[in-house]
Structure formats: C-alpha cells, structure tokens
C-alpha cells in the first residue's frame, strides 16, 4: 500500500491554479515532474517511482522521461517550489499529459481517479490556449495582409505583438 501524504483538494478553483502552476515547458511537451504528482496524488515521491518502476512497461518514452542534469538545474533556479530538488542526488521524472494519466491507473485509489480528472482539464485548458494563439496569429496575419502597411508605427506594433506571442524557450511555469 503506498503511503498517502495529506494534501487536501479544498475547492476546484485553487486546485486547477495549484496544477496550472506546476505544468512545466520541458524538451518542447508539456510536464509535470513527480514531486508535484506525488503532493497531488497523496503519496511519497519515492513510492510514486517505486510504484512507476514496478509498471514501466505502462510508461514508454513518450509519457515519461528523467531530465537531464542540466534540466533539473534548470528547473530548480526557475521554479521555487522545486528548491528542495537540489539536495536529490537523482534528477525527477517528467510526465507528459498520458504519463500523468498513466499514473492515476497506477496507483489506482480515489484520490488518484479524481487528482486525474483535475490534471487531464488543466492539460486540456493549456492546449486550448494553444489553439486560441494559433488562430489569433492566423488572424493577425490576415489583417497584416489587408491593411497595406505604410506606416512604420503600425508595423513597429506588429513586430512588437509577434515577439509577445512567441513560446518560451527554458522551461517555466506556463500560466
């Protein structure tokens, strides 16, 4: 039985900023690390890799990766909540969205159906955000086509909103 560690889902709103906040832009996917699924899913992180160790066969490169060392550097200097990794002789997993729901059939109690349920909205909220981008650049596009820019104002504000609008390029918390 793994060990459950208190960590109670108060109301849904500061439970998806909590998620929000932990999705990590890592090697170009969208990640949780499994410090931040073992506080959700209740459990020690050292029984979530166990239990992950125990069903590899459930977690194929595409779910789950070890960051590098650069990675997990990284990641502590950008991530305040990830400070204690410091000290860990080992870098963490990351989970992609399928590797985070892989683990609710893992570890298989209520807490993890219903943690789950939570993370696949968050991870559904980012990739609709992703969407939005792409068609409001689509759009800019167009009325860049239509307006037959002259004036050098109007184009110094496109190149201005094109450099908001770009990805980040280090891992950080996305929203």
């Given at each position: 039985?793994?060990?459950?560690?208190?960590?109670?889902?108060?109301?849904?709103?500061?439970?998806?900023?909590?998620?929000?906040?932990?999705?990590?832009?890592?090697?170009?996917?969208?990640?949780?690390?499994?410090?931040?699924?073992?506080?959700?899913?209740?459990?020690?992180?050292?029984?979530?890799?166990?239990?992950?160790?125990?069903?590899?066969?459930?977690?194929?490169?595409?779910?789950?990766f070890r960051l590098a060392?650069?990675?997990?550097?990284?990641?502590?200097?950008?991530?305040?909540?990830?400070?204690?990794?410091?000290?860990?002789?080992?870098?963490?997993?990351?989970?992609?969205?399928?590797?985070?729901?892989?683990?609710?059939?893992?570890?298989?109690?209520?807490r993890a159906i219903s943690?789950?349920?939570?993370?696949?909205?968050?991870?559904?909220?980012?990739?609709?955000?992703?969407?939005?981008?792409?068609?409001?650049?689509?759009?800019?596009?167009?009325?860049?086509?239509?307006?037959?820019?002259?004036?050098?104002?109007?184009?110094l504000l496109f190149e201005?909103?094109?450099?908001?609008?770009?990805?980040?390029?280090?891992?950080?918390?996305?929203?």
């Amino acid at each position: 039985m793994l060990k459950q560690r208190k960590f109670r889902i108060e109301d849904k709103q500061v439970f998806h900023s909590k998620i929000k906040n932990k999705i990590l832009l890592i090697r170009g996917h969208r990640v949780m690390l499994a410090p931040d699924l073992a506080e959700m899913y209740g459990v020690e992180t050292k029984a979530l890799n166990q239990a992950v160790r125990r069903n590899k066969e459930r977690f194929p490169a595409e779910f789950m990766f070890r960051l590098a060392k650069e990675e997990k550097e990284e990641v502590v200097a950008n991530c305040d909540h990830l400070r204690a990794l410091k000290f860990t002789p080992y870098p963490p997993y990351a989970f992609t969205e399928h590797g985070a729901l892989m683990l609710a059939n893992v570890l298989n109690s209520k807490r993890a159906i219903s943690v789950s349920i939570f993370l696949i909205r968050a991870f559904i909220k980012l990739r609709d955000l992703g969407y939005v981008h792409h068609v409001l650049s689509l759009k800019l596009d167009e009325l860049e086509k239509h307006v037959k820019i002259h004036d050098k104002k109007i184009r110094l504000l496109f190149e201005a909103i094109r450099q908001l609008m770009k990805e980040p390029e280090s891992p950080r918390n996305l929203i």
